[in-house]
């Protein structure tokens, strides 16, 4: 079964940077958008960022001018770079692909901002 793979979570002082990356463990056709999602403790699980295959981006405010998704269509991986990074972007963060047949999500990595 294939699976996304998250790397790069960890513990980050405020303001600080932070690049998170996610790659299928194998192949993976057809992929049309990826994304990032988080949740916090006690929250329901929110948008972050998504790219098309063919470059477009959306973000919510809450992230717009801080993070910047990227993405390799030869690889299909996407990258998630975090900058300015405050307390409140402490989540779980989580990669998703959406492909013709399905819906993947990754396992999940930690993010921690301390104040």
């Known amino acids: 079964q294939v699976q996304l793979v998250e790397s790069g979570g960890g513990l980050v002082q405020s303001g600080g940077s932070l690049t998170l990356s996610c790659a299928p463990s194998?192949?993976?056709?057809?992929?049309?958008?990826m994304g990032w999602y988080r949740q916090a403790p006690g929250t329901q699980r929110e948008l972050v960022a998504t790219i098309t295959s063919g470059g477009r981006t959306n973000y919510p405010g809450s992230v717009k001018g801080r993070f910047t998704i990227s993405r390799d269509n030869a690889k299909n991986t996407v990258h998630l770079h975090m900058n300015s990074l405050s307390p409140e972007d402490t989540a779980v963060y989580y990669c998703?692909?959406?492909?013709?047949?399905?819906?993947?999500w990754g396992q999940g990595t930690q993010v921690t901002v301390s104040s």
């Open positions: 194998g192949s993976m056709a057809g992929i049309s958008v």
């Open positions: 998703r692909a959406d492909t013709f047949s399905r819906v993947y």
